[in-house]
């Protein structure tokens, strides 16, 4: 069920995408803001309690429609249940329209508009970056993106599910990364700031919910890219990037397509603070340190595509040999 699932959610998304501010992200978004408004008084111990709040209760509701669904319904409103969950977690469109901008953007030689969408996109001063820097912060941007947008998504979903608690794991790790993101310095709403022991939990809690699926995404880029080059950058290179998680996606992907990444970070722009959720910058920063290979050029936002759908395939064969083997267990 778990495959057919998948499926279904990953067309949907692609036929209609959910929009921005749908309700499903707008309704988090305000209780997470509840939740810190509440419980962030500075402590330690409040920080996690908080970050248990804003999670593991919205994971327990879901929990509780699926083990109901499960018990009366049957498996058609479970599977309608998966796929809803899905579809509001999973999904290359929510962040794919900025990349499409910006790649059609370069591809007519309009330098000036593509610089302007990487700013909008991630909230940066992109006024004085040359070409190749563009492409290179398309790159990191849209990888680690697609990881925690899609292949985080899938595996923490694949894993509880086997386990029977459903769409659990969807929600558990899209929580988790928006909270990363929302509980920052730059993540406060007005007049409003976060305690420094609220943006370590959710800091901390990110780290180690990404751990197992960046080394698993870093590994089906080797596996459909350049094998012996993604791994060795992923031994090689992951330090130059300050978090490691990030950093092992990075370097696989370096050298799977052979394009040299890292450096500088653009700057964060004085909006940054006033983003949705659809719109906050990834928390990744630049050491100054690049991976060997290529010189970005516009053709290495064709190799990333295509080794990112290379990657989507090869979960879903996972994901149809193991329902097999279910199936004839």
């Known amino acids: 069920m778990s495959f057919f699932a998948i499926l279904i959610a990953l067309l949907i998304e692609q036929a209609r995408p959910l929009a921005p501010g749908n309700l499903a992200h707008a309704g988090y978004r305000a209780w997470t803001v509840s939740v810190r408004r509440n419980f962030d008084a500075g402590q330690s111990h409040h920080g996690w309690l908080a970050w248990v709040v804003a999670v593991v209760l919205p994971c327990l509701l879901v929990l509780g ?3 109901g ?5 049957g498996w058609p409103l479970v599977l309608l249940w998966n796929v809803a969950v899905l579809y509001a977690t999973l999904g290359f469109r929510q962040f794919s329209h900025h990349f499409t901008r910006i790649r059609d953007a370069l591809d007519a030689g309009d330098e000036y508009a593509a610089r302007t969408a990487l700013a909008q996109w991630q909230q940066v001063d992109a006024s004085e970056v040359p070409r190749s820097e563009v492409v290179r912060h398309v790159l990191e941007y849209s990888v680690l993106a697609a990881h925690r947008h899609v292949f985080g998504v899938l595996f923490w979903f694949s894993i509880l599910s086997a386990l029977g608690l459903g769409p ?4 558990l790790y899209r929580m988790t990364e928006y909270l990363s993101r929302s509980w920052t310095p730059y993540g406060g709403d007005e007049g409003q700031s976060i305690s420094q022991r ?3 939990a959710a ?12 080394r698993l995404t870093a590994l089906l880029f080797a596996v459909v890219g350049s094998f012996e080059e993604a791994i060795e950058g992923w031994r090689f290179h992951a330090q130059r990037f300050p978090n490691d998680n990030d950093g092992v996606i990075l370097a ?3 050298g799977a397509i052979n394009v040299r990444l890292g450096g500088e970070a653009l700057k964060r722009s004085e909006s940054a603070s006033s983003m949705g959720e659809d719109e906050q910058a990834l928390d990744w920063q630049g050491s100054g340190e690049a991976t060997p290979g290529r010189k970005p050029e516009l053709g290495h936002l064709r190799s990333v595509v295509g080794l990112v759908w290379r990657t989507v395939v090869v979960w879903m064969l996972l994901l149809a040999l193991l329902s097999v083997a279910r199936l004839l267990g």
Do not use: H
């Open 69 to 73: 669904l499960r018990w009366s319904a």
């Open 65 to 67: 429609i699926y083990l």
């Open 198 to 200: 609220l943006q370590a």
């Open 252 to 254: 696989a992907t370096s």
């Open 203 to 214: 800091r901390q809690a990110w780290t180690v919910i990404d751990w197992l699926p960046a």
């Open 168 to 171: 659990v794991g969807a929600v």
